[in-house]
């Protein structure tokens, strides 16, 4: 994981698209259906538009795609232009694809509200779950990474201070400050 500069900017109908929490989810069997197949055999050809965004062009020639790919809390936002993403409830190929790279480590993806680039699936991110309970809106984006990170992720206070070029003292009061305002939100 590294911290990226926040230099994202939507697209003129990003906002309605990632608004509402469509987050992936992953489908029965889905390790057993077409657009996983797809999403191993063929190559994306395409790349990123923006932070948030990719456009998808894999090898079949079936078209190029735009795919809302992007952290936002502790959810994957992922959502594709293309008439399979609504049919097969949010998996379609293109989606597919960018998770096969991900977990591979041939993507980068960025968490919307802290900026942070991640190559690959990071240990707090949460599949097939509701979307997130807690209102992480009032949070810094210093004090939301401190908390996926140490809370969500268990990584240690040194560790994360380390891995962040922040000072152990630092990220303590950064930590401490997120649970008070998500104890707060929760009342």
């Known amino acids: 994981m590294s911290l ?20 992936l989810s992953m489908p029965d069997e889905w390790t057993f259906s077409t657009p996983w197949r797809r999403a191993q055999v063929e ?28 952290l936002r809390g502790r959810s994957l936002v992922a959502e594709c232009d293309c008439s399979g993403h609504k049919y097969n409830n949010g998996w379609c190929a293109h989606v597919a694809s960018l998770w096969w790279q991900w977990v591979r480590g041939q993507v980068v993806v960025t968490h919307l509200d802290t900026g942070r680039e991640y190559p690959q699936p990071p240990a707090w991110l949460r599949l097939d779950d509701e979307p997130d309970r807690i209102d992480f809106d009032h ?49």
């Open 139 to 187: 949070l810094s984006p210093a004090e939301l990474d401190a908390y996926l990170t140490c809370d969500e992720a268990g990584v240690g206070v040194r560790r994360y201070a380390r891995q962040s070029g922040r000072s152990p003292g630092t990220v303590g009061n950064l930590l401490r400050r997120a649970r008070e305002k998500i104890e707060e939100g929760r009342r």
């Open 4 to 23: 990226g500069a926040r230099n994202w900017q939507p697209s003129g109908d990003l906002p309605q698209r990632i608004g509402g929490p469509s987050t």
């Open 43 to 70: 190559i994306d050809q395409g790349g990123p538009v923006n932070d948030a965004e990719r456009m998808v062009r894999l090898s079949d020639g079936s078209g190029v795609h735009r795919v809302t790919w992007a």
